[in-house]
């Protein structure tokens, strides 16, 4: 009997631990003086790479400190790994990588120099192999002995996601880790960190009001706004919650089509150059209508796509939802 006891226990720790969230914050709020910077943030992380939006001054810095323990909150609780962002802040950052936003490393050292010495600091078998891991990484091998003060602000940025990476923690959190790159610079750092969840199962946590930039990695999100939570969860449950489908047409007469087209059909209707962009409430309908258009010559069809909804999509709803 007390065999089988042992048995259920372990199934149910084991079980207990798999399905542990990576990160959980509940009823956070923190105020400086009048200013209310989060307002009773809820949310949970599962694993994979989650993007943190929202513009300028929404308090995604402000949250990321918290959970890193580096401030307190005023009320609220914040958990990375099931562990107290407060209390447990030395266990919590023997797992975590961080680059802050505009990072500061000290301008007399080398690259190699700097990231050995952070490699030391995490108590690193081998020092010039884990160097070598991440430079190649961040594409600085080629800089690799020169002294920081000698870099771009781009290149700089490189070296703080390096030290960010250093002993492949479980969990990287980045705050705007694309700043000061180059549109080249923004695609290969975003293609190596989905290469790093897909090929080594890092995790990822990623601040930017780039709103465009996270489409092309991030499995979840949370859209922060005025220091709320305007909504969270998964990628494609939050396009099916907020995206209507959209669609452009290339037609002969772009007025007439406009005029005939259903209002209860689309919820919106614009003409850019010369393509119409339609965002359709009922698909079904939408291509009823017009297929019956093609059919009475009332329109000459040259062209008719549908577009992928995007994270601006997603936000701007969730405002208009707000709001209303």
């Known amino acids: 009997m007390y065999r089988n006891l042992n048995i259920t226990l372990s199934i149910t720790l084991i079980f207990a631990e798999q399905t542990l969230n990576l990160i959980s914050v509940n009823e956070l709020t923190k105020r400086y003086g009048r200013l209310e910077a989060l307002q009773k943030v809820s949310f949970t992380i599962e694993e994979g790479v989650t993007g943190l939006i929202g513009p300028n001054g929404a308090g ?9 323990g580096i401030i307190t909150a005023n009320q609220g609780e914040a958990k990375i790994f099931g562990l107290d962002s ?4 030395s266990k919590i950052m023997e797992r975590v990588g961080v680059l802050h936003e505009k990072p500061s490393l000290p301008s007399w050292v080398t690259a190699r120099q700097y990231l050995e010495y952070v490699a030391s600091l995490k108590r690193l078998a081998n020092l010039n192999e ?11 091998t080629d800089f690799i002995d020169r002294r920081i003060g000698t870099f771009s602000a781009g290149m700089v940025q490189r070296i703080g996601l390096a030290d960010a990476l250093i002993g492949k923690p479980e969990l990287v959190i980045l705050d705007e880790p694309t700043a000061n790159l180059d549109p080249l610079g ?18 990822f946590l ?20 005025e220091g709320s939570v305007l909504t969270y ?5 939050l396009i099916s919650r907020y995206a209507s489908p959209k669609y452009t047409l290339k037609v002969d007469d772009p007025k007439r089509f ?23 409430k009922d698909y079904a309908q939408f291509i009823k209508e017009v297929n019956d258009m093609v059919k009475q010559g009332v329109i000459v069809l040259e062209e008719l796509k549908p577009l992928s909804p995007t994270l601006e999509d997603i936000f701007i709803e969730a405002i208009r939802r707000k709001e209303a």
């Open 60 to 68: 995604k810095s402000t949250l990321i400190k918290i959970l890193l």
């Open 86 to 89: 407060r209390k447990e802040r």
């Open 130 to 140: 884990e160097v070598k891991r991440v430079s190649e990484i961040c594409s600085l």
């Open 186 to 203: 923004r695609f290969d750092v975003l293609t190596k960190i989905k290469r790093l969840r897909d090929d080594e199962d890092m995790n």
């Open 206 to 225: 990623i601040s930017t009001h780039i709103l465009s930039e996270l489409e092309k990695v991030c499995d979840s999100v949370i859209i922060l706004n």
């Open 233 to 237: 969860g998964l990628f494609n449950e």
């Open 258 to 280: 406009i005029e005939d087209i259903s209002k209860k059909t689309v919820t919106n209707i614009e003409v850019k150059d010369d393509l119409i962009l339609a965002e359709v």
